[in-house]
T-cell receptor
Framework: KAGVTQTPRYLIKTRGQQVTLSCSPI?????VSWYQQTPGQGLQFLFE???????NKGNFPGRFSGRQFSNSRSEMNVSTLELGDSALYLC???????????????FGPGTRLLVL | KNEVEQSPQNLTAQEGEFITINCSYS?????LHWLQQHPGGGIVSLFM???GKKKHGRLIATINIQEKHSSLHITASHPRDSAVYIC?????????????FGTGTSLTVIP
C-alpha cells in the first residue's frame, strides 16, 4: 500500500499570501489529521477530519482551515500568511474504525513552508 | 504548563548501551503514543499503548496509568536509532484524534 503523500514538499510564500497544502491518506483510511511543527513550539495539533467533517480542532486562529473530500483526501489552507507560519506541516491518516479513536497514526513526509 | 513532559531533552549514548526515555503527562488519557522522527522530518509511530507494556524488536514501551508516566527503552542501541523521540497523548473523547505532544528527546548513538 502506498503511504501518506503530501504535496508540495517545499513552498516559499510571502507575508499576506495564502497557501493550500494537500494530503492523500493511505487507501482505506478515513481520518486525516494536520499538525504544525516549529523549532519553538514543537508539534501542535491543528485539526482532524473524518467523513468530510471537522471532528476536532486545536488552538489555532481562523486563518487556518481545512477540508476533506469524499475520497478522504484533505487540504489545509492558511490565509494571510505571517512569518510565524513558517513550519513543517504534517498530515497523518488512520483507519478511524467507528467507536475507536485509539489508533496508530501514519504520517506523511510533510510540507516545509517558508514565509518571507 | 505543558501537558506532556519528556526527559531527557538530549541524550548521547555509545553503541550497545541500554537507553531509557521518560514521559510524564498531567491530563487524563485514552492512549499514549511514542513517535520517532528522523532528520528530514518523517515521523513513524512506534507504539500506541493504554496500559502495560509493548515490545517490538529492541524497543520496549511501558506505561503506568496511576502514575501518569511512560518509558521508552531501547536495548542494544545502534547508530540508526539516532532520532528524535516524541511522546504524545490523546485525551479521552468519544470522537476523533487529538494529541498533546512532548517536546521530544534527541538521541545520538555513537559507534
Amino acid at each position: 500500500k502506498a503511504g501518506v503523500t503530501q504535496t508540495p514538499r517545499y513552498l516559499i510564500k510571502t507575508r499576506g499570501q495564502q497557501v493550500t497544502l494537500s494530503c492523500s491518506p493511505i487507501s482505506g483510511h478515513r481520518s486525516v489529521s494536520w499538525y504544525q511543527q516549529t523549532p519553538g513550539q514543537g508539534l501542535q495539533f491543528l485539526f482532524e477530519y473524518f467523513s468530510e467533517t471537522q471532528r476536532n480542532k486545536g488552538n489555532f486562529p481562523g486563518r487556518f482551515s481545512g477540508r476533506q473530500f469524499s475520497n478522504s483526501r484533505s487540504e489545509m489552507n492558511v490565509s494571510t500568511l505571517e512569518l510565524g507560519d513558517s513550519a513543517l506541516y504534517l498530515c497523518a491518516s488512520s483507519l478511524a474504525v467507528a467507536g475507536n479513536f485509539q489508533e496508530t497514526q501514519y504520517f506523511g513526509p510533510g510540507t516545509r513552508l517558508l514565509v518571507l | 504548563k505543558n501537558e506532556v513532559e519528556q526527559s531527557p531533552q538530549n541524550l548521547t549514548a555509545q553503541e550497545g548501551e541500554f537507553i531509557t526515555i521518560n514521559c510524564s503527562y498531567s491530563v487524563g488519557i485514552s492512549a499514549l503514543h511514542w513517535l520517532q522522527q528522523h532528520p528530514g522530518g518523517g515521523i513513524v509511530s512506534l507504539f500506541m499503548l493504554s496500559s502495560g507494556k509493548k515490545k517490538h524488536g529492541r524497543l520496549i514501551a511501558t506505561i503506568n496509568i496511576q502514575e501518569k508516566h511512560s518509558s521508552l527503552h531501547i536495548t542494544a542501541s545502534h547508530p540508526r536509532d539516532s532520532a528524535v523521540y516524541i511522546c504524545a497523548v490523546s485525551p479521552p473523547s468519544n470522537t476523533g484524534n487529538q494529541f498533546y505532544f512532548g517536546t521530544g528527546t534527541s538521541l545520538t548513538v555513537i559507534p
